[in-house]
């Protein structure tokens, strides 16, 4: 792990524990991020409707799942299908195989356009994702935090997301800790993230 984490404890004071996460800010230079950025806009984003206590309403941000064949995603009661990987994203991809170490054969692409777009905590522990397997988020645009919340006590620590930044996390986090990127009152430009995932092949079946 990077040793640059910059983490806030708004638990505890003294608590030993920070999530297993690692950031690694300026992972783009201004140019991958350009042309990233550049690509993503013809990226084809939905607000697929989720149910939420019974009503159906529109997630609030974009979404695309860009994926290898067979890898559908499950997101709340939706199959989502992969779309195949776009140039840029592909050598993204590729950039942090290299840096992890590991595979990724999943990306979902998360659209923010505002302030008012956010994530609510969750954790990333769908059945069709490989256990224990390395998340790593890529982001672009806005500067936006990322909360977590340990699921033991609540305690909280919060990373502050720049554009170009990578933040890894490593099991047991998906376990152990919830994340999100709140709403934010204040009038803000958009933000991308790359969220690239490790899954079972044909889970969901042929
Ligand atoms: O936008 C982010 O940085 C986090 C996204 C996330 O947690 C997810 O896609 O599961
Ligand atoms: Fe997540």
Not at 93 to 102: S, V
Not at 112 to 125: N, P, Q, W
């Amino acid at each position: 792990m990077t040793n640059q984490l910059e983490l806030t404890l708004a638990g505890a004071k003294g608590a030993k524990s920070e999530p297993p996460v690692s950031h690694v800010p300026a992972f783009l230079s201004p140019r991958q991020q350009a042309l990233l950025m550049a690509e993503a806009a013809d990226y084809p984003f939905e607000s697929p409707e989720i149910k939420v206590y019974g009503k159906w309403h529109p997630i609030p941000r974009q979404q695309v799942w860009f994926a290898d064949e067979g890898c559908a995603y499950r997101y709340s009661s939706l199959l989502i299908s992969p779309k195949p990987w776009p140039h840029y994203l592909m050598r993204l991809k590729q950039a942090l195989e290299g840096h992890c170490g590991t595979g990724f054969n999943g990306c979902l692409v998360n659209h923010y356009r505002g302030g008012e777009d956010a994530m609510g905590f969750h954790a990333d522990d769908e059945p069709e994702l490989v256990e224990d397997a390395l998340i790593a988020i890529v982001c672009l645009g806005a500067t936006r935090p990322l909360l977590m919340r340990r699921r033991l006590d609540g305690l909280r620590c919060r990373v502050l997301l720049q554009s170009g930044d990578l933040l890894l996390m490593h099991p047991p986090m998906q376990s152990t800790w919830e994340h999100a990127i709140p709403r934010s009152q204040k009038k803000l430009p958009p933000r991308i993230s790359f969220t690239f995932r490790n899954l079972k092949p044909y889970f969901h079946g042929r």
